[in-house]
């Protein structure tokens, strides 16, 4: 593992989980970190086997490996809540967000939750899946991008990224415009929200990580002190020329999800370019290494699937649980944070040891990349 990758995992994890807990509203684009950092990894893992491996090993060694690292704790998950919630449901309890967990589970179990999300069919969030359109976003990526590296020549490979990198705000002003228009009466009436979920509007992320994975950037530190000034003074400037305001100011300008202002089409853009500085700057520059190699970052980067897996539910039941208990309302959210924080912290170590570690140990079994 690259140094300084899992600490990045561990702070894009908490990013969201600060958002969830509502504590930091930029923390939902600790996603959007993920996108890029997925790009950055997996770009560069296909390009080796690329060199290495004939079509058919190429394929199936890339989506052994995924498979064996993605699908057992995502449909653990799923089953045990799917389990929890058939108990609720039977004695009664909040019965119409059980039913609504019901509902939306097949979505979920096919990886098309962003689809409908987006659809005019979406009849709200479940704290239960509800993070689950990014993994969904995430898998559809998996799906296509191995054979588009594959099929493209390697003279070629850099205008890919970079016609990619293009295509992501291009794509999110057609959808704008198709909502303007009401030409899809099938999507979602909330603009914003479907524009956010749809996998085709975040291939501009995916993309920059994938140019820093073999192309150089210039001057990455001078980069980097210019994007973190320059997206909060956009992204209030935004708010403030748009809607007369400056906004929640822990979102920086960039509530969530992304509308006025057109930030729906250059603030995704802006903030994965921020990222993709950031990770270059990690990887070569080695930047912010004494913190993103401290022991418990790495360790939460690790394991940070599992925490991003479990943690939604785990809020929403710890908030349950501390309301139903009397907690006094000035120190309601502290609870709710802490000790969501430490439950998915357990639940995740407990998972990654004892379930999500036996099986990654079988990917050197079955889909060594060495020879």
């Not at 820093?212 to 950037?217: D, G, H, T, V, Y």
């Not at 979102?251 to 057109?262: K, Q, R, T, W």
């Not at 190699?293 to 908030?319: C, D, N, P, Q, T």
């Amino acid at each position: 593992m690259i140094p300084g990758l899992d600490g990045l995992r561990a702070i894009a994890f908490l990013l969201v989980f600060l958002d969830h807990t509502n504590y930091l509203y930029i923390g939902w684009a600790g996603v959007q970190l993920f996108f890029v950092l997925s790009g950055f990894l997996i770009t560069d893992i296909l390009l080796k086997m690329k060199e290495r491996f004939q079509p058919k090993q190429y394929f199936s060694k890339f989506y052994g490996r995924r498979i064996l690292r993605i699908f057992p704790v995502y449909y653990l998950y799923l089953a045990l809540i799917a389990i929890i919630v058939g108990v609720l449901l039977a004695n009664g309890y909040r019965v119409h967000y059980m039913q609504r967990f019901q509902e939306q589970l097949p979505y979920a179990l096919t990886y098309i939750y962003n689809f409908y999300v987006a659809s005019s069919k979406y009849t709200g969030e479940s704290w239960f899946i509800g993070h689950f359109w990014s993994l969904s976003v995430e898998e559809q990526f998996y799906i296509i991008w191995p054979l588009v590296i594959l099929l493209t020549p390697g003279k070629h490979i850099k205008k890919l990224f970079l016609c990619a990198i293009v295509l992501g705000p291009v794509i999110r002003l057609a959808l704008t415009f198709i909502y303007v228009k009401h030409l899809f009466p099938f999507l979602s009436s909330d603009m914003p929200l479907s524009v956010y979920v749809l996998p085709f509007s975040h291939i501009d992320s995916f993309a920059m990580g994938s140019y820093i994975a073999r192309f150089e950037i210039p001057r990455p530190k001078l980069q980097l002190v210019i994007l973190a000034l320059l997206v909060p003074i956009l992204g209030f400037s935004a708010n403030y020329l748009s809607k007369g305001s400056l906004g929640e100011l822990s979102a920086l300008g960039f509530a969530f999800p992304l509308a006025n202002g057109m930030k729906q089409v250059w603030g995704y853009s802006l903030l994965a370019y921020l990222f993709a500085v950031l990770i270059y700057t990690v990887v070569h520059e080695k930047l912010f290494m004494s913190v993103l190699e401290s022991r418990a970052l790495r360790y939460m980067g690790k394991i940070s699937y599992g925490l991003y897996v479990y943690h939604f539910a785990i809020i929403w039941f710890v908030a349950r649980i501390a309301g139903d208990n009397g907690v006094p309302e000035a120190y309601l959210n502290h609870v709710i944070a802490i000790a969501s924080l430490v439950v998915t912290l357990l639940v995740a170590s407990t998972s990654y040891r004892f379930f999500e570690k036996p099986i990654l140990d079988l990917k050197e079994r079955f889909f060594r990349l060495s020879t």
